[in-house]
């Protein structure tokens, strides 16, 4: 009982504490109704607990002296100890400067000022010791600092300012408000002030003992006035994890609640279909990653629970087999399975694909598109009803309401990115029990990202390509280039090849790559003219039938060569083509290269990809080329993307949310978010109620996350 008495009387300190952290900002002191207002609006700031962890931006270190030989010529702001032996002011093109010879025992420097001399030549003292603090130029063999900021060295050595000054980002709109960094700084004073004993650790002890870690109040004030740089490095490590620590447990606990909640239809048997294909018509050895992915997926649809799984593989890996095996078992098991794509080109070549192998093994399979006609819907929707239909591949129209499963037991959706949540949840909601669901993606995820957006859905990963694949030769070249490399294009022709040449298309400038595209059109049709030469062209502003019947010429070898916007991204698989052109390779993102690049290189033949590009490239636009050159390894490409373009706008502004991290960041700090997510896995494992005492403070902190959801927005 004593302890019962103990965990309440600890619970009833957390209630106070989180309560205490949502006061609205305008009861604190020295802030008020109209600086609260500014708060608000400007930065976000509601209540003491967005104060709190308002971290700073950035730190100016003042804790070390340097002494004018030590100077480096790029060097951040330095601090120094000296005097002035002279003021002069200096004619230049307008107006004029303010320049002071500034003197240590190590040598001389000038100290100068643009604007206000008259005020600044007033105040300036000769021959005794001042702290100047600022950031130094190199000019002329010597250095200089602009507009410094300085005081009189005092005679006490105690008063002598150390440490670390924070900054606080600010807008202008309070900058002009007077709520300048030293009242931001002021303000965040008078909170400690009142929370000082409030605030509670929210990680358990042995954790922060383990890890050596700040205690939460220690890192919080660290944070914002820190002692040292050691003790700055250590709070944000802290609150790092803490943040990191949080996600992870909150993604975790979803699946494990979905686990636990969301039946699923249970398959138990291997069948007849299954072991036919796999014994007599499979059409090439499974790669070893291949069969990993299978085992993994079979053993999700066995255990009772809904399969919500992410296959991950890059292009060419094999995913498609993978998926069709995978119907192959929810047929064994009495159910059927549908296949979706993004768009109808490839429904359709996903349809062709399987379409052999489902006759091999006598299973009835069908193709839905927009296109579909009303005549020939009907009999597929009876079909479906009825469950004399197994295997439906189609587009969005596989969701629309006339679609009724019997009894649905696998979704298969190729390329997620294409479709949002709620396409996918409409799936689900077809039967009483939502069918296991498999998203196949060849945009590779980084494990970090992966870790962190999808924690809560299991991942598989194709991480082997099949066996005799060529490696595909990627050179980059400038456009006054264009001669030899048609040279090089008609050559492959010869030799019986096709080729892919591709234009941007970017929503924001349509009229202008349209324009682009059809220039080009023009101009290869006068490069590589008819008879002897059959073109093919696709884009967006085509009707389906038109862009179909291209298509097919191009599939069928009747053209050699496809021009065409990204419309053929995602998918396509023509063999023969071995060529991918891509023009204006310097608008396009690394992942859409590496996407465009993977239609080539599908056959036996040594397959080219070349990035054409003008001579003005970004120095970003530079490190996409040189890594598309240097490598095929679609995680390594992923990696390089996130770095350049930041996490959000990767996954696309839905899945943004992660920006929202307050301190951590998850390309920079991803050895702390596995750490994080160690500990999250490995505390759940023991404990996922989270019932055990020692673990009590993640309990609070965990509830308090969920009660007050404006702070922790970023979880959907
Ligand atoms: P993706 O993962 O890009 O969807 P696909 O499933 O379309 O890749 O497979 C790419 C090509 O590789 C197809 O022509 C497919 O038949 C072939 N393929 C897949 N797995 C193997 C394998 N284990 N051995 C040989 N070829 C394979
Ligand atoms: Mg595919």
Not at 284 to 301: G, S
Request: glycine share 6%; proline share 4%.
């Amino acid at each position: 009982r004593v302890f019962e008495f103990h965990l309440s009387s600890i619970r009833i300190i957390f209630v106070l504490m989180n309560t205490k952290l949502q006061t609205p900002i305008d009861y604190l002191k020295g802030v008020g109704p109209h600086r609260a207002d500014l708060l608000r609006k400007e930065l976000g700031i509601q209540t003491y607990q967005d104060l709190l962890n308002f971290f700073p931006y950035r730190y100016i270190d003042r804790t070390r002296f340097y002494q004018i030989k030590d100077l480096q010529r790029h060097s951040a702001e330095v601090q120094l100890v000296g005097e002035i032996t002279e003021i002069k002011e200096v004619a230049q093109k307008r107006g004029k400067r303010l320049v002071a010879k500034f003197r240590d025992e190590t040598g001389t420097m000038e100290l100068v000022w643009f604007r206000g001399q008259k005020w600044i030549k007033n105040q300036l003292k000769l021959h005794v010791p001042y702290i100047i603090f600022g950031k130094t130029n190199w000019y002329n063999n010597s250095f200089s600092m602009p507009h410094p900021e300085m005081e009189l060295k005092p005679k006490d050595k105690k008063e002598l300012k150390t440490g670390m000054k924070a900054l606080y980002s600010s807008t202008e709109k309070l900058n002009n408000s007077g709520i300048t960094n030293k009242v931001m700084t002021g303000m965040i004073q008078h909170l400690f002030l009142e929370l000082k004993e409030l605030l509670f650790e929210t990680l358990p002890e042995y954790l922060i003992n383990k890890e050596a870690l700040l205690t939460k109040d220690k890192a919080l004030l660290n944070i914002h006035f820190p002692k040292t740089t050691d003790l700055l490095a250590r709070a944000q490590f802290r609150l790092k994890f803490e943040e990191l620590f949080y996600i992870q447990l909150q993604l975790i606990l979803k699946n494990l609640i979905h686990k636990s909640k969301i039946k699923g239809q249970l398959f138990e048997t291997v069948g007849d279909h299954f072991n036919a294909f796999y014994k007599s018509h499979l059409p090439f050895k499974l790669t070893n990653a291949q069969k990993r992915v299978l085992k993994e997926i079979r053993a999700d649809m066995g255990t009772g629970a809904q399969m919500n799984r992410l296959l991950q593989g890059d292009v060419g890996s094999g995913k498609t087999i993978v998926g069709f095996m995978s119907m192959l078992m929810a047929i064994d098991n009495g159910f059927q399975a549908c296949l979706m794509a993004p768009t109808e080109i490839l429904a359709n070549q996903h349809y062709q694909g399987l379409k052999p192998w489902c006759d091999a093994v006598g299973i009835h399979i069908k193709l839905l598109t927009g296109s579909t006609k009303k005549k020939d819907r009907t009999p597929i929707h009876n079909a479906l009803e009825d469950g004399s239909l197994q295997i439906i591949v189609g587009t969005h129209a596989l969701i629309e309401d006339a679609v009724v499963f019997k009894n649905l037991g696998l979704a298969i959706i190729d390329e997620q990115h294409r479709f949002g949540v709620a396409q996918r949840s409409k799936l689900w909601k077809k039967n009483s029990l939502p069918p296991h669901v498999l998203v196949m993606t060849a945009t590779p995820i980084p494990r970090t990202l992966a870790m962190s957006l999808y924690g809560d859905l299991d991942v598989s990963v194709i991480d082997e390509l099949p066996p005799g694949r060529q490696a595909i030769k990627t050179v980059h070249r400038f456009d006054n280039n264009r001669l030899k490399v048609n040279a090089f294009l008609r050559d492959e022709i010869k030799k019986g090849r096709q080729v892919y040449i591709v234009y941007p298309l970017i929503q924001e400038s349509e009229a202008l790559d349209y324009k682009d595209l059809m220039d080009g059109f023009e101009s290869i049709s006068r490069d590589f003219p008819k008879p002897h030469y059959q073109i093919s062209i696709v884009h967006g502003k085509m009707k389906a039938t038109d862009k179909d019947f291209e298509m097919e010429r191009f599939v069928k070898g009747e053209t050699q060569i496809m021009v065409a916007t990204t419309v053929i991204e995602v998918g396509v698989n023509v063999p023969n083509a071995s060529v991918m052109v891509i023009e204006s390779a310097e608008r396009f993102g690394l992942s859409q290269l590496h996407q465009l690049r993977g239609r080539v290189g599908r056959g036996a033949e040594q397959s080219y990809c070349i990035l054409m590009t003008s001579h003005k490239l970004s120095d970003h636009s530079k490190t996409r080329l040189e890594t598309m050159c240097r490598t095929a390894d679609g995680f390594e490409i992923a990696e390089v993307d996130l770095k350049l373009r930041g996490p959000g706008d990767l996954m696309g502004t839905q899945q943004s949310g992660i920006l929202n991290l307050k301190i951590a960041d998850i390309v920079k700090d991803k050895d702390i978010l596995e750490h994080a997510r160690y500990y999250a896995k490995f505390i759940l494992d023991k404990d996922p109620s989270l019932g055990f005492k020692e673990h009590l403070p993640i309990l609070e902190t965990y509830r308090a996350l969920m009660t007050y959801k404006n702070i922790w927005n970023y979880i959907s």
